[in-house]
């Protein structure tokens, strides 16, 4: 939808270098969900500290969905009333400051995480992936402050593109200088926490010198406890107003559980069901990372020209396309061999599904973080990003307990199903969101409330 002069005049571009310095928030905190949650320690917790090769790994794969799961609950329940707090006190640069700071501190610590040492790596996953969520949150709530409504999509997807960069870089030394996730070069590959952490540290600190903090503190008068559930209480009261973000955000939910699904299983799935070699393993988080850089890329200008909701459901359907394929390749592997006289192995197979996987991930979560900023007032956007931030992790939540528990049931392969279903739900869900009409509820609201 195109804006008028008056609304883009409302709205300005932010520098250059300012854009750069939140757009490095991504590319710093991707050491943390690349190396932590998806590549390297996830398979180091379920297949050495926790281990049980017997059962098939399915209690140790339990436990880190728990440990998952308990830190996105956390998330539930304070992300909108830090919102609040952040919105009243214009104080959004702080919060994401002590994020920042939790995160670097309990994940340098996953060092002292030995084989064994099951309970402490628990908590240290809890609370260093609750602080990393908090900071999602809270540097999307910079976004509509950072250019015009027409230009979000691509101010957003070059953040994500430039995390993948940063994922690249990140894991893909970590992979080399560090070695496998094995028992046997357990000494070597434990450092991955302390550098995961030194990384995010380093990287993020342009974020911290160039990104202005914009809006006026309201004077303190309540303890900051009353001002967050006063405000959220009035917002909740407000959503009817706000009906196509509320849908949005119920069509997210399942979304995200199948992405936060995706992120949490993905190289446990190539270890475990597919089984793949070191080798392999180096070049899908090789191609993951490029493709989905090209993604965001790719569909953060599309998405300016087409709308972004229609971007979010293409990239929901690919993401359907890709979960089949995730699933089918053992199967479609053997059929190939059979039938066309190849040598094929499932992890190779499993490469070219990893482009589309890939081309998905980047895209559908820098259109939904789009979506809201264009649905958020601008006096309300740290806690809408709350409650952004709110049906993430509640879908983390749903999503991961629920792969957890069914895997135990069925193993990993039919479990991953789950995720094609949550995508198809939420489809249907998205088809009621009306992108003019949930941009057009923000800004009545900002004209009845001076802006």
Sequence with gaps: MSVTTADAAAKPWASRKEILGWAMFDFANQAYTLLIITVVFGELFTTVIVGDRGDGYRLANFLWSLALAISYLLVVITGPLCGAVMDYRADKKRFLFASYLATIGATAMLYFVAPGYVVLGLVLIVVSNYAYSMGESFIAAF????????ALGRISGFGWALGYVGGLFAAGFTLVALGEATADNFERIRWVGPFAAGFFLVAAIPTFLWLRERGTPQPPGLPYHRIAWQRVSTTLHDLRHFRDLATFLVSLLFSMAGVYIIIAFAFIYGAQVIGWDAAIRNVMFIIVQITAAAGALGFGAIQDRIGTKLTYLITLALWVAAIVAIWATPELTAWLNANFGLGWEAQHLFL?????????????????????????????????????????KLAGVFGIIGLGLLQSVVGLQASILLCAALFIIAIVICL????????????????????
């Design 352 to 392: 070219v599904v990893g482009c589309l996987a890939g081309l998905s991930l980047g895209s559908s979560q820098s259109a939904s973080r789009v979506l809201v900023g264009l649905f958020s007032p601008r006096r309300k956007s740290a806690e809408f990003f709350g409650f952004w931030g709110l049906a993430n």
């Design 432 to 451: 009621g969101v009306s992108q003019a009409r949930g941009m057009q509820a923000a800004r009545d609201w900002e004209a009845r409330n001076g802006g």
């Design 143 to 150: 976004l509509p402050d950072l250019g015009p409504p027409e």
